[in-house]
């Protein structure tokens, strides 16, 4: 599949994706693709499907740096990141081959919802009680463990198809369902994101979506904004963070719903 060619995303405006979805990435612990696939339909010139698979690809690098911050301040639970990943990289290659096959205008309203999702979440994170666990505690319950697979499974999900990383669902999953603390759910969810990238770019390039090269520009570049963004994050009051996470939402669904309703006027 090759649906169209991509000179309009040229290495400067890369370049600038890569920027802004890097900073995002590891400050709010979402591989960046909740910024990147709206900039790159928008500022690249890609339809959503194309978008969707650069925003996987370009998260790789971006989550593999910004989950270092986390890693050193002890806010990543590797237990958890593991059943995540079970899940995670099975979901990735049904959401990837969905991909190739979905409709544009659905893809496009599947992220709308997706923002929409996100910016409840915040606004409830930014009012309500913080969870207590801040740290990685020890072996889950049998019944926790095989909540986190099938967390998993719909991150991964939703990363091969969206192009968003997973962690816009990992992370609120996290916190509401087993109580992580929202810095302590930003960590496991990024270091997840890495063989869920992996595993959703490898059938995404069979299919021909993405172009390697320019994929690696972005998330090269993001993932040298990610460090600082995810060094930020882990000194943000959590109030703050979910406030700020939910204003990039809007500006996000705001560009998604524009070029929605532009496509569906041609």
């Known amino acids: 599949m090759n ?26 612990g979402l591989g960046g693709g909740i910024v990147m696939v709206p900039l790159l339909t928008s500022l690249g010139g890609l339809t959503q499907r194309r978008a969707s698979a650069y925003s996987l690809a370009a998260i ?8 270092i911050p986390y890693l050193t301040h002890d ?5 958890a990141a593991g059943l995540l990943v079970v899940g995670a990289v099975i979901g990735a290659v049904v959401g990837a081959r969905l991909l190739a096959r979905v409709p544009e205008t659905l893809l496009r309203w599947l992220f709308v ?56 669902l ?28 992996i595993s959703g770019t490898w059938v995404n390039v069979r299919n021909r979506l993405v172009h390697l090269k320019m994929a690696a520009l972005i998330g ?25 996470f939910a204003a990039l939402l809007v500006f996000a669904l705001v560009q998604q719903i524009r070029k929605a309703l532009e496509k569906q006027r041609h």
């Open 3 to 28: 649906e169209q060619t991509d000179e309009s995303l040229t290495p400067p405006r890369a370049v600038l994706v890569g920027v802004v979805g890097g900073t995002f990435s590891g400050l709010f």
């Open 60 to 67: 790789l690098p971006a989550a593999i740096v910004g989950s």
């Open 75 to 79: 806010a990543v639970d590797l237990i």
């Open 220 to 244: 090269l570049v993001a993932s040298g904004f990610s460090f600082g963004g995810a060094s930020l994050s882990v000194v943000m009051p959590d109030d703050v963070a979910s406030i700020a």
């Open 113 to 168: 919802g997706v923002l929409v999702a996100g910016i409840v979440r915040s606004v409830m994170d930014a009012f309500g009680e913080p969870p207590s666990v801040d740290t990685a505690e020890g072996l889950p319950s049998v019944l926790d463990g095989a909540g986190m697979i099938g967390l998993g499974l719909v991150m991964g999900v939703a990363s091969g198809l969206l192009g968003i990383g997973g962690g816009q």
């Open 170 to 197: 990992a992370v609120p999953g996290l916190s509401a369902l087993f109580d992580f603390a929202p810095a302590l759910a930003k960590g496991t969810s990024l270091v997840a994101m890495i063989p869920t990238a």
